[in-house]
């Protein structure tokens, strides 16, 4: 898929979980860090690549933790050594990330995740992420923006950052 503002290509990350993840949020049991460190590990396989062929890239993506995001950076190399080992470099490639973190309270998101359907995740694990997530800070590159803005402008804060 395409990201119609900027041209670039689109990853829902969701689309990426193997069948025991999704498998096991449908039963209401949250991940944990062997579930997602995998998933997080094909992720960057999948930025890598693009990015390496010049292409640009979006990525939806719930990495709550700090160390998800170094994954998603530098994948095998500068992570957990659960990722597959094959290929060490003394210089690890990493993917230039920018991470929009999307803000909101609880009660905002949870109200919007009752409304989704058709999704794997049940609403009932929103507590769970909130209780994982880490938000970025420095020196991490990203920026934050609240949900409480209408999705044009959080577009158009994304877009002109990205300039």
Request: negative net charge; contains cysteine; proline residues 7%.
């Amino acid at each position: 898929m395409t990201s119609p503002m900027l041209g670039w290509k689109f990853y829902d990350a969701d689309d990426y979980h193997p069948e025991e993840n999704r498998m096991k949020m449908g039963k209401g049991i949250p991940l944990n860090d062997q579930d997602r460190i995998p998933w997080l590990c094909n992720l960057h396989d999948i930025l890598l690549r693009d990015v390496a062929s010049g292409q640009h890239v979006v990525l939806a993506c719930s990495a709550l933790k700090k160390a998800y995001r170094d994954i998603l950076i530098r994948g095998k190399d500068g992570a957990s050594p659960k990722c597959d080992e094959t290929g060490k470099d003394k210089h690890p490639a990493e993917v230039k990330l920018l991470v929009v973190h999307l803000s909101g309270s609880f009660e905002v998101i949870s109200g919007r995740l009752l409304k989704r359907k058709g999704h794997f995740m049940p609403p009932e694990l929103l507590e769970s992420q909130f209780e994982t997530l880490e938000p970025p800070s420095a020196p991490e590159n990203f920026i934050q923006i609240s949900v409480d803005k209408n999705l044009s402008e959080i577009i158009a804060t994304i877009v002109e950052t990205l300039k």
